[in-house]
């Protein structure tokens, strides 16, 4: 375990890179009865996974975030090697929080030499975002389980940003009997809108602009759903398109609405979510809204 140099301030946070040390340190909690909240990350930390770590250390004693861009959830033609790194200035931003213990692995000690195993996560992996992305909701299963052994978390904490991945995580955690509680929290936005993501640094200043019409679509789903009292899903999918595609620059992915469980809906019966992906030049970006009955005006 080391202490980095960079943090004086920072007497907690401590830079953990083997998975044999994170569990040492996962065991000594456990023995002294303390509670342990985990946010996983793949870096470039912004307020979004900001919100995470807070979130963490208000319901825990301790907090680990594990910074790993992690391989197996990347296609062949995906942005693995572009992704953003910046494990300073992610260190940087974590050491006001007190946060207790950064997980680096690099991915040799994540996958080791002839590493082979792998979770299926069934067919919930292959709509939506998996549609597009073949294999990508196995690799975050497969990495999260790996992840949840060797931090050991009493809780752990997701945005609700990455829909698909929480309603994957939390199966994953029920039916592999994880003891780790599954907390979804709200998708922190920029003040005009967009949800925030470590992807929108690819963003040119165009497609910036062009990126709010995500927004803007599930603001014009929620109000049809909630105001104007539509039900028929595919009729409301068609509005979204059609708002969509008033921006030239955006390629829709996908538009849909989905159960809690990610099943498709034809009525609407609420609560429900509505879940987006939409290319703008080179950059695929995601964002859902949950529209629930509170909502509904009267
Ligand atoms: O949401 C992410 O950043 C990643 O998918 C996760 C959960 C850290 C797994 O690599």
């Not at 994170?22 to 996974?49: D, I, N, W």
């Not at 790993?68 to 494990?87: S, W």
């Amino acid at each position: 375990m080391v202490i980095h140099p960079s943090f004086p301030n920072s007497p907690y946070m401590q830079l953990i890179k083997t998975i044999k040390d994170m569990q040492a340190f996962g065991r000594r909690l456990k023995a002294e009865r303390k509670s342990l909240g985990f946010v996983p990350t793949m870096g470039a930390l912004h307020e979004g996974h900001l919100s995470l770590a807070r979130r963490s250390i208000d319901e825990n004693d301790f907090t680990v975030v594990s910074i790993f861009v992690n391989p197996a959830q990347f296609g062949p033609n995906e942005d693995f090697k572009k992704y953003p790194r910046d494990t300073e200035g992610d260190l940087q931003k974590l050491s006001p929080f007190k946060v207790d213990a950064v997980f680096l692995p690099d991915a040799a000690e994540m996958y080791t030499a002839g590493f082979s195993t792998s979770i299926n996560i069934g067919n919930i992996g292959t709509i939506l975002c998996g549609a597009s992305r073949p294999g990508h909701f196995n690799g975050v299963a497969t990495v999260v389980a790996k992840l949840f052994n060797a931090v050991t978390p009493d809780r752990a904490y997701f945005g609700q940003k990455d829909f698909q991945q929480t309603v994957v995580i939390n199966k994953l955690a029920r039916e592999l009997n994880f003891a780790t509680d599954i907390i979804v929290c709200p998708t922190v936005r920029e003040p005009d809108g967009l949800a925030m993501s470590s992807r929108n640094t690819y963003l040119n200043s165009e497609e910036r602009k062009a990126a709010l019409i995500l927004y803007k679509a599930l603001k014009l789903g929620e109000e049809l759903i909630i105001s104007n009292g539509m039900v028929n899903a595919v009729l409301i999918k068609e509005e979204l398109r059609m708002l969509i595609h008033t921006e030239p620059l955006a390629v829709i992915d996908y538009v849909e609405i989905v159960a809690a469980d990610l099943g498709e809906v034809e009525k609407i019966k609420l609560p429900v979510a509505i879940c987006l992906a939409v290319k703008l030049g080179k950059t695929r970006l995601i964002d859902n809204i949950i529209v629930d009955r509170f909502q509904r005006k009267s």
